[in-house]
């Protein structure tokens, strides 16, 4: 049995690091974010502080939900983005803007991000209309009869975004990037698998959408060195369908 030792080690040197630890990060860093982002972790930390009824709120809201986003908007911030960074910055020895950070935009890109939302908009509408869509956004809840047009919903599309950065960074960023050295254009679809499983919990249309948008955001990332475009493309359609849903649903006024 020990023979196979040399033969693993043998077979592990061969591969590219900064691929393997893309593909076994993305591994662990989605399954902590999966059970971490659970409030009762929150409550457990700060059970013995001052800060206890953060943790009370997140666990069982009373007026709204936002303590819960916010924890997980945390959580994710933390494994899409810093720790990948740190690792990419400190380890790795390279610069934030080789894994999408870079600010170059090339001719027409701007057109191609124009005509997206344009194309989008009308699809988020009529997305918004439906019984799964209208059931799942906004994320916000209020529950003690607050106008949902408040500080509250601003405070929320503002952490909102702040996760779709992080969402960005870690799939369209950090492994396309990582991956892309040893697979070329492959690494668009590596991307995409994982992407996908994630909107799992999300309506049938959003789940199959991902696998378009995966590799769409992912290209432009590729094509483009950046992962700005595919964020403000994200961010647009995400605001619109929580503003539609609540217009749907009476709820904006």
């Known amino acids: 049995m020990l023979e196979i030792i040399p033969q693993i080690k043998d077979d592990l040197a061969r591969l590219d690091r900064r691929t393997v630890f893309a ?3 993305a591994a662990v860093g989605l399954t902590l974010i999966n059970f971490l982002k659970q409030p009762d972790y929150l409550n457990a930390i700060l059970k013995h502080t001052r800060f206890a009824w953060v943790g009370e709120e997140a666990m069982y809201p009373t007026a709204n ?3 819960t986003l916010m924890w997980w908007v945390f959580v994710s911030m933390v494994f899409y983005f810093v720790v990948p960074a740190i690792i990419v910055r400190f380890v790795q020895k390279r610069k934030l803007r080789e894994i999408g950070l870079a600010m170059n935009i090339e001719p027409g890109f701007a057109k191609l991000l124009v005509t997206c939302i344009l194309i989008m908009l009308p699809l988020v509408y009529l997305m918004s209309t439906t019984a799964g869509f209208g059931a799942k956004y906004p994320f916000l809840k209020v529950y003690d009869g607050s106008p949902y047009l408040s500080y509250t919903l601003l405070i929320w599309e503002l952490v909102y975004f702040l996760q779709f950065f992080g969402l960005e960074f870690f799939f369209r960023g950090f492994l396309v990037h990582s991956y892309k050295k040893e697979l070329g254009p492959y690494a668009i679809l590596a991307m995409m698998v994982p992407y996908t ?3 799992f919990q999300k309506p049938f249309a959003e789940a199959f959408a991902a696998v378009i948008a995966g590799i769409f955001l992912g290209w432009i990332s590729y094509r483009n060195g950046t992962i700005w ?8 359609v995400a605001f619109s369908m929580d503003i539609l849903a609540l217009y749907n649903k009476g709820l904006l006024f």
Not at 229 to 236: A, D, P, Q, S
């Open 197 to 199: 499983m994630i909107h």
């Open 229 to 236: 475009l595919g964020l403000i493309l994200h961010c647009t």
């Open 23 to 25: 593909f076994v990060y």
């Open 65 to 67: 939900n936002l303590y």
